[in-house]
């Protein structure tokens, strides 16, 4: 595969078939492969397949299939037959509001959530995909409660803190927000976007740069490809006086999201302190051009100071 041949690649995962035919990962490898080389029949059977052993997987790959290979009214049909056949179940809903989300229909998807959550009896993934849906259309009340209600039925799921957390943030309420995000570090160390916002937090809000090192740290090990986590780490470093080394991940942050003006504007304020001006006075421009209100706020008075 790494050498685009396609051919052996398809060879090797069906000699591995033969020898395994269960395999789940040498059936998506298969379906993937074939889909490759748009030979979608023989994509679609292999990820029939899949389908039952690991059904979700199956299924999402399959609809997905249909989708890209202009079959649209084959995935239509297929996820009326699982809404029909497996109402007790989330992952039908879960494929339902993700195709709905495809066809830019966030009603509809909010709308199969719903229904979804009202007959399964495990519905916590179907209301955390509610809960941030509310949150992209700014229903914030709506996605809070939604949360809460996870968190109450599942007290130990750090993804649900984290994400109630970044609704308080949109809502103003920092210090609650904090606390969420230690409540889901708490419970998973390797949740990264809690431990990312954290260390924002800590060191923008709350005045504890020293503290925000070791969370900001903690999520660029994870991922440390991701730039809006080197923008974090970044911010937190210069909050520290480590200017060098936030410069270094800024620039980088800076090339991989040129768009978010978020990132120039730190870059700005580490250029500012190397003595960089006529490039932070570039960098600053640029943000009040097409930066956020709250960045453009940031860039007017660091431009005054230069």
């Not at 009896?121 to 409660?145: A, H």
Request: charged share 25%.
């Amino acid at each position: 595969m790494k050498g685009k041949d396609f051919t052996k690649a398809l060879a090797a995962v069906k000699h591995g078939l033969e020898k395994f035919p269960g395999s789940v990962m040498l059936l998506e490898m298969q379906g993937g492969l074939l889909l490759q080389e748009k030979q979608f029949d023989d994509a679609a059977a292999a990820y029939t397949r899949l389908a039952e052993i690991a059904p979700e997987r199956g299924y999402g790959l399959l609809t997905r299939l249909y989708f890209v290979s202009d079959q649209q009214d084959k995935g239509g049909q297929l996820i009326t037959d699982l809404l029909k056949d497996h109402p007790d179940q989330d992952y039908p809903y879960l494929l339902a509001a993700r195709i709905a989300l495809q066809k830019r229909n966030v009603d509809g998807a909010i709308e199969t959530l719903q229904v979804g959550i009202s007959k399964v009896n495990q519905p916590v993934r179907l209301q955390m995909d509610l809960g941030q849906l509310y949150g992209m259309t700014g229903k914030l009340e709506q996605s809070e409660k939604i949360y809460q209600s996870v968190i109450e039925k599942a007290p130990r799921l750090s993804v649900a803190y984290s994400s109630l957390g970044g609704v308080k943030e949109q809502m103003g309420d920092k210090g609650a927000a904090l606390e969420l995000y230690r409540s889901a570090v708490k419970y998973d160390k390797r949740n990264v976007k809690a431990l990312n916002n954290l260390a924002y937090l800590l060191a923008d809000n709350f005045g504890e740069a020293k503290k925000a090192l070791n969370s900001a740290m903690s999520a660029y090990r994870l991922q440390p490809g991701d730039p809006r986590i080197m923008d974090t780490l970044a911010f937190v470093l210069l909050k520290n006086n480590k200017v060098k080394e936030a410069v270094v991940l800024l620039e980088k942050a800076h090339k991989l999201l040129p768009e978010v003006q978020t990132v120039g504007l730190h870059l700005a304020m580490a250029k500012i302190k190397t003595g960089e001006l006529e490039t932070a006075k570039q960098l600053l421009q640029d943000v009040i051009k097409k930066g956020q209100p709250v960045d453009v706020d940031q860039a007017k008075l660091l431009l005054k100071t230069i």
